[in-house]
């Protein structure tokens, strides 16, 4: 339909930030130029709300406001500019403001409406992608104004990946001791690759900005961990979007496989490990072949037809 919708935000083209640095912090590792300069609406605080439609309506959703928050952070960096500075503190400072403690006493970012998933997402729900994406933007503000309460604000959203997601967390340990960050909190978790990397970056960011070690092993394990597990999201023709558990596999829309790709890239530089560039290679390639894209796009309609 025409007019504005959520997904006039999320599904804008992945890039890699060539501007950023792997090894401290400084600019996003993506850029987020056009979520910067979200054309949709926005509260009077300026604060951007995303268009659900239908029952939902207009809704804050965090991981939005700190990518939005992230992409005018570059700006800044570029441009030096008053404005994309302001629109940058602005979404920290919702951030700090918004912090809320779940129902097992960890701080989180809640979405406040219900959202349908394998099961429905009762309002109010969690995510580990919003905690990672959150943590980036915060300790970025702290690392610009020198401001105590980023920080802060960011040690709080931290401690949830250091507790399984059935005690309040955002974490899963499967029966291999591998380690996942989980985008949506199910039983069985679904393990969403995007949500999951985005995750890991968020870990990353928190460990340059405080050297903590502990950020540190959930890092090198959460890498680990993608490193073993990254072939079972490879269909031989193109990515998964999740390990869903269905009859049919979740594979990723066009757009998320070429978010994956991204992402893995930026894995490679943050890690040094060559499988993932080798796996975004690989994706690549299955991007760029006809065939395959139309493979994929029968795979995704037949399992929208079974599952949604």
């Known amino acids: ?15 890699i930030n060539s501007r950023a640095s792997f090894d401290h912090l400084g600019e996003y590792y993506m ?33 939005a406001i700190a990518q939005w928050g992230m992409g005018n952070y570059n700006l800044h960096r570029q441009m030096q500019g008053s404005d994309p500075r302001d629109k940058f503190i602005n979404a920290s400072d919702w951030l700090c403001e918004n912090l809320e403690l779940n129902s097992q006493g960890l701080w989180v970012w809640n979405h406040h409406f219900d959202w ?25 503000a702290h690392a610009e104004t020198g401001a105590a309460r980023y ?29 996942w960050f989980e985008e949506y ?12 990397i ?12 405080t050297g903590d070690a502990s950020a540190r092993e959930l890092f090198t394990r ?16 193109w990515s998964l979007y999740e390990e869903s558990g269905t009859r049919l596999p979740m594979l990723a829309s066009a757009f998320y496989h070429r978010l994956h790709i991204v992402q893995l890239r930026v894995m490679h530089g943050l890690s040094g490990d060559k499988i993932f560039a080798d796996y975004a290679d690989r994706w690549e390639g299955y991007a ?8 994929a796009l029968c795979y995704k309609g037949a399992f929208k037809l079974c599952h949604y």
């Open 1 to 15: 339909m025409p007019g504005q919708s959520q997904l006039t935000f999320w599904h804008d083209a992945p890039q």
């Open 31 to 63: 850029p987020f130029s056009t979520k910067a300069g979200y054309p949709g609406q926005h509260d009077c605080s300026g604060i951007p709300m995303l268009n659900y439609r239908g029952k939902i309506g207009l809704q804050y959703n965090p991981i």
């Open 116 to 140: 349908e998933y394998r099961s429905t997402l009762r309002s109010p729900w969690y995510s580990g992608l919003a905690q990672g994406q959150g943590i980036s933007l915060l300790v970025r």
């Open 151 to 179: 920080l802060e604000a960011a040690k709080h959203a931290f401690q949830s990946f250091s507790i399984p997601t059935d005690q309040g967390g955002v974490s899963f340990t499967d029966e291999n001791d591998d380690l």
């Open 185 to 196: 909190i199910v039983s069985p978790p679904t393990h969403v690759l995007n949500g999951f």
């Open 198 to 209: 985005w995750a890991i970056w968020g870990i990353h960011d928190y460990w340059l900005a």
């Open 222 to 237: 959460a890498v680990k961990t993608l490193r073993t597990n990254l072939h079972r999201y490879d269909l031989g023709f």
């Open 288 to 295: 760029q072949s006809p065939s395959r894209r139309t493979r």
